[in-house]
């Protein structure tokens, strides 16, 4: 079953122009990473810095591979120093009855 995740998160609007090729870098892995079927990203029209990503992963499992190998050697230090905050997370399994 389709797995979806929202992550929203803030950077700083000082360093913006720093962090999105950085945070690009990051999403280009996690789009070759096995399971991944889709990530968009969205930012709010009157705040740049605000930012949601879509993922989307064939199983909930694939994705917790993901989420250990992210919190281990593939962690995002990197992005660390752009962020306004920490991330927010939410998890929605597709549900084709509606």
Not at 22 to 39: I, N
Not at 42 to 60: I, K, Y
Not at 62 to 90: C, I, K, M, N
Request: proline share 7%; net charge negative; glycine share 4%.
């Amino acid at each position: 079953m389709s797995h979806v995740v929202f992550v929203e998160f803030w950077l700083k609007s000082s360093s913006l122009d720093e962090a999105l090729p950085v945070l690009h870098d990051a999403l280009v892995a996690t789009r070759a990473f096995d399971g991944c079927v889709q990530v968009d990203v969205l930012a709010e029209s009157d705040d740049p810095a605000h930012l949601f990503v879509v993922e989307q992963w064939s199983t909930p499992e694939h994705r917790a591979v993901y989420r250990a190998w992210r919190a281990g050697e593939g962690a995002l230090t990197q992005l660390a120093p752009f962020l306004a905050g920490p991330p927010v997370s939410d998890k929605y399994a597709h549900n084709p009855a509606i």
